[in-house]
Each structure stands twice: as structure tokens, then as C-alpha cells.
């Protein structure tokens, strides 16, 4: 199993759409959850942390579900420039100790907003 | 301030030739990371530094391939006898420690002809 998985993908959406992409990590102790934005030959950028309790930015609000280890992002009201790909990070936490440890990337999932 | 730096922004090198890729990151941040990301993928894990030592460099794909931080700061990415297949963009990132929020280089387009 991977580490960290994301829905494949494309999602083609008209402007105006919600939109929820959804993420699922194989490491129990992990406890640092992010969704990175990247486009087209970019590099990625910190969209938002996601917390146990949820958080909301604007029109995006991520969620998080340690039992069923579980993150998801919500898009309301897709704007032309959200399209992009977007990448769900988690800490792979060490054997050590679960609050350090490197950051490993889902695959991305591609969001085209279509006027 | 500064962000992350890396270069050379783009390298060719021929097939069987030694490279080194350089990553300044930002100023105090103790850990770094190095990925690797194919066109369509998302970055690829392959070693994570906290200060000066290696915290984890199990992402490493054999032993052509070895990465240095000798003053926790600076890190350069070596690849021995680069084949066709190290054709990728090479991303750094740091974070003020680790696991937390991390700014990424503009990468290094690497190309093996």
C-alpha cells in the first residue's frame, strides 16, 4: 500500500463548482497533514494545514479523520484560477518519535476549471 | 527574504557523467529535503536532512545517488554515472523544523543524454 494516495483524477469542472478531493495515509503516528497547491512547472506551495478539528481558508476548507486515516479538501465556488494540481503531504513519522520525520507527497490530483 | 535556492536551474549531462545539484535553503531552517518528480507525478521522497545528519535517506534509489549537508545548511545532491532514467526535476524544500510547513526551490531540471 502507498503512503499516501489520492483520487487520480482529472477533475473537469465548470467555474462556480464545489469540489472535494480526498487523500488516504497508511502511517498511523503521522501527525502533520497539508495540502500543497503546485502549477504547471512550478513548485509546490503550502495551501493549507490541515487540523483534527478542521480549518477553513476562504472558500477552502480541509478535513481530517484520524480513524479512518482520512484527509479531504473542499473547493467551493472554483474559480479559473484554482486549476492546478493539488497534493496532499503527510509526515511520515520515525520510529523515534511522531512529531518529526520527512514529508511525503500523494501523487496529486489535476483540477481544470472550465469557464 | 530569500526563499530557497537552487542551482544550476537546468542541467544536461551525458549518460555515465557525475552531477551535483545545489540547495540553499532558507536561513535557519534544521531540516531539508530533497524529491525527485517525474512529469504527471508528484514529488518523489528521497532524503530528508535535520541539521547537518541524514534523518532518513531511505527515498535514495541505489547507491549512484548521495547527499551531503556538512554544516546544516547548505546541501548538494550527488549522482554518480547518471543514466537516462535520473531525467527529472529535483526539488529541495526546507522547514524551520521538521514536519512542519516546507518552501520549496524552483528545482533543478535535470536532463541525461
Known amino acids: 500500500r502507498k503512503e499516501v494516495e489520492q483520487d487520480p483524477g482529472p477533475f473537469n469542472v465548470p467555474e462556480g463548482a464545489t469540489v472535494a478531493f480526498n487523500c488516504t495515509y497508511s502511517?498511523?503516528?503521522?501527525?502533520?497533514f497539508f495540502w500543497y497547491r503546485q502549477d504547471c512547472r512550478k513548485e509546490p506551495k503550502l495551501l493549507m494545514s490541515?487540523?483534527?478539528s478542521g480549518n477553513e481558508d476562504g472558500r477552502f476548507t480541509a478535513q481530517l479523520n484520524r480513524a479512518s486515516q482520512y484527509i479531504s479538501l473542499l473547493i467551493r465556488d472554483s474559480k479559473l484560477s484554482d486549476s492546478a494540481t493539488y497534493l496532499c503531504?503527510?509526515?511520515?513519522?520515525?520510529?523515534?518519535?511522531?512529531?518529526?520525520?520527512?514529508?511525503?507527497f500523494g501523487k496529486g490530483t489535476k483540477l481544470s476549471v472550465k469557464p | 527574504g530569500a526563499g530557497v535556492s537552487q542551482t544550476p536551474s537546468n542541467k544536461v549531462t551525458e549518460k555515465g557523467k557525475y552531477v551535483e545539484l545545489r540547495c540553499d535553503p532558507i536561513?535557519?531552517?534544521?531540516?531539508l529535503y530533497w524529491y525527485r518528480q517525474s512529469l504527471g507525478q508528484g514529488p518523489e521522497f528521497l532524503i530528508y536532512?535535520?541539521?547537518?545528519?541524514?534523518?532518513?535517506d531511505s527515498g535514495l534509489p541505489n547507491d549512484r545517488f548521495f547527499a551531503v549537508r556538512p554544516e546544516g545548511s547548505v546541501s548538494t545532491l550527488k549522482i554518480q554515472r547518471t543514466e537516462r532514467g535520473d531525467s527529472a526535476v529535483y526539488l529541495c524544500?526546507?522547514?524551520?523544523?521538521?514536519?512542519?510547513?516546507?518552501?520549496f526551490g524552483q528545482g533543478t531540471r535535470l536532463t541525461v543524454v
Open positions: 524544500a526546507s522547514s524551520l523544523k521538521g514536519a512542519d510547513e516546507a518552501f
Open positions: 503531504v503527510v509526515n511520515l513519522a520515525l520510529n523515534y518519535g511522531g512529531s518529526q520525520g520527512n514529508l511525503i
Open positions: 502511517n498511523s503516528a503521522s501527525q502533520s
Open positions: 536532512f535535520q541539521g547537518t545528519g541524514a534523518a532518513d
Open positions: 490541515v487540523y483534527s
Open positions: 536561513s535557519g531552517h534544521t531540516a
